[in-house]
Structures are given as C-alpha cells and as structure tokens.
C-alpha cells in the first residue's frame, strides 16, 4: 500500500456494511408488501424504494433490477422449500423423525405472522397471474419437495416403484401444511387460540403423529390389497384346476 493511501478503519467499514443489510432489508420487506397487495407489473421500483426510504440506485445496487427483487421476495424471507430437502430426507432418519423435520421445516415461517399473511397473498397472486417466477417456483416449491417426500415414504414404506398411491400419500402430507397456510383467517375465527405462533411447534407433533397414522393406513391398505390379490389368483388357479 502506498504511503498516500488512506485506508478505512474498521469501524466505519462495520457501519458501512451494517448500513448495506439493513438497506436491503427494508427494500425486501417493502417489496413483498407492495408486489402482495399491487401485484409485479402495477408496482414500480419507485415505489419500492419511497417505502424502503432510500433510492432507486439501490435496488439496482442489491438485487440488479425488479425482477430480481421480485424472485427475491419469494424466496429470501423464509428460504426454499427445496433448502429443507437435505433436513427431512436425511436417511439416517426414521420415518417420524423425517415427518417431524418436514412439517416443522415447512410451519416455521407460521411463527411470523405479517411476513406470512404477504408471503401467502404473494404466492396467491402468482397463481392466478403467473410471471417468470412461476416455472422456477414449481420446480423448487412444488416438484422437488413432493419428489423428495415420496422417496422418504417409499424407503420407509418398502414400497419399491413409486406409484399413484404414493403421490396421493405425499399430496396429502403436503396438504396438511397448506391447510395452515390458507386456512389463517378460519382457524382465527373458529380457534384463535391454535393460531399463535407459540403453538406451532405442537401443531409439528401433531401432525407429524397424524402422518404417521396415515401412513399406516396405506400400508394396510397396501396389504390387504396383496391379499385379496392372492386369494383372487388361488382361486382363479383353483378354478382352471377343476376344468
């Protein structure tokens, strides 16, 4: 370093990189709540940033442009639902514990109530509007969770190919959480009391104990199929014997 060089102390370089987070911070949470209520194309980066209480440079600065931030506000405020792949298709797992780690995974954000009311409206919007978030976001929410979960109930299960009854199985899982997520206003309305982010961990045991009740019931169904499909071929066997 030449002896002309001023460098920044740290203290300053601390402030400057706090001063950057919390800059995109507020550009974040602006956006999601002004792309939930407005939608992307009726909401400018202007907008954007007179709500965060800084300037349009910054968003180009933080996230490159709109749609950036946009894909962002779907993703940053509680992860992806593909990021907890790892955590409940852990093998070293049994299956309760694999059930418990998904289902609390996918309620955690319930323990933040505004972030979880504009994420939904979001998510909302994007169906009955879709934009270029929407192929991604059926691939990392959608297809790889499901995909995942199915292998886990198939390991678990002994079932060897994955078929029909699989999917409607992991579908149904998959719907116990949705029912928490779209349901909010209902549950509010009906039992306040189950609609507290401190009760969230006990809706995880739950319904980890209800999957595992369903899950048990499509292995028996699965057996008394094999079953009947053995005593249809005896007697068939049976039949062509006789003749």
């Given amino acids: 370093m030449s002896s002309g060089a001023h460098p920044i102390p740290a203290a300053a370089q601390r402030t400057a990189r706090s001063d950057g987070e919390d800059t995109r911070a507020r550009l974040l949470q602006a956006a999601l709540q002004l792309f939930s209520e407005r939608?992307?194309?009726?909401?400018?980066?202007r907008a954007i940033a007179q709500a965060a209480d800084t300037n349009v440079a910054a968003i180009a600065y933080h996230f490159g442009d709109k749609a950036q931030l946009y894909t962002a506000t779907f993703y940053e405020p509680f992860g992806s639902g593909s990021d907890l792949i790892?955590?409940?298709?852990?093998?070293?797992?049994?299956?309760?514990?694999?059930?418990?780690?998904?289902?609390?995974?996918?309620l955690e954000p319930l323990k933040h109530d505004d972030l979880v009311t504009q994420s939904l409206r979001l998510h909302v919007r994007e169906l009955l509007d879709p934009t270029h978030v929407w192929p991604e976001l059926i691939e990392r929410e959608c297809r790889a969770p499901h995909m995942a979960l199915v292998q886990v109930l198939c390991r678990h299960m002994g079932v060897p190919v994955v078929d029909d009854d699989m999917h409607r199985l992991a579908f149904s899982l998959a719907g116990l959480v949705m029912q928490l997520w779209t349901q909010r206003d209902p549950l509010v309305a009906i039992a306040p009391q189950l609609a507290t982010a401190g009760v969230?961990?006990?809706?995880?045991?739950?319904?980890?104990?209800?999957?595992?009740?369903m899950v048990q019931g499509e292995i028996a169904r699965r057996q008394a199929t094999q079953r009947s499909g053995r005593r249809t071929l005896r007697t068939s066997h049976k039949k062509e014997s006789n003749a």
């Fill in 200 to 213: 969230v961990d006990q809706w995880v045991e739950r319904l980890t104990g209800y999957a595992l009740s």
């Fill in 39 to 45: 939608g992307f194309a009726q909401t400018s980066v």
């Fill in 86 to 106: 790892p955590v409940f298709a852990d093998q070293a797992l049994d299956l309760q514990g694999a059930l418990h780690h998904y289902f609390a995974g996918f």
